[in-house]
């Protein structure tokens, strides 16, 4: 892979003490998961979206970031939690690639929907990705 995001993210994760496993072993559709508990990502390099992957690794790293219950939990969670822990690691994997994006580029010249294409964000996402661009310029 030759992604310099990816590339960034992966040696902070390895700075922080997350491992990450990269397994082409899975099948096209079978997602990234993370164990919170043992600081570890699965990822899948077979993942069926390519461009997808550095967010991916972004919301997991998240997950453990966030210190996010661990599966056990989830497994007997009702929707709403599911819900709110994944719109939580979401949210802090735009915060983790923001950076990155905006890098070489003054704030006018960002825009979200550029973000999003070049991350392969998900669609629904978009306002969260909005806010937090938003965030960033005014901050910086």
């Not at 040696?11 to 164990?35: F, M, N, Q, Y």
């Not at 006018?108 to 964000?121: G, I, K, L």
Request: proline content about 5%; aromatic content about 12%; some cysteine.
């Amino acid at each position: 892979m030759n992604n310099p995001v990816l590339y960034e993210l992966q040696k902070k994760a390895v700075k922080d003490g997350i491992e990450i496993i990269w397994t082409d072993g899975l099948g096209k559709t079978t997602p990234p998961a993370a164990s919170v508990k043992r600081r570890r990502i699965i990822m899948n390099l077979k993942w069926i979206k390519q461009d997808e992957l550095t967010f991916q690794l972004a919301h997991e790293m998240a997950h453990i970031y966030h210190d996010d219950p661990h599966d056990e939990y989830l497994y007997y969670s009702n929707r709403y939690t599911k819900s709110e822990i994944e719109n939580s690691a979401n949210q802090g994997a735009l915060r983790l690639i923001m950076p990155f994006y905006m890098h070489d580029r003054e704030g006018d010249m960002a825009s979200p929907v550029d973000f999003m294409e070049a991350f392969d964000v998900p669609d629904y996402l978009s306002e969260s990705v909005d806010k937090c661009m938003r965030g960033f310029i005014y901050q910086h």
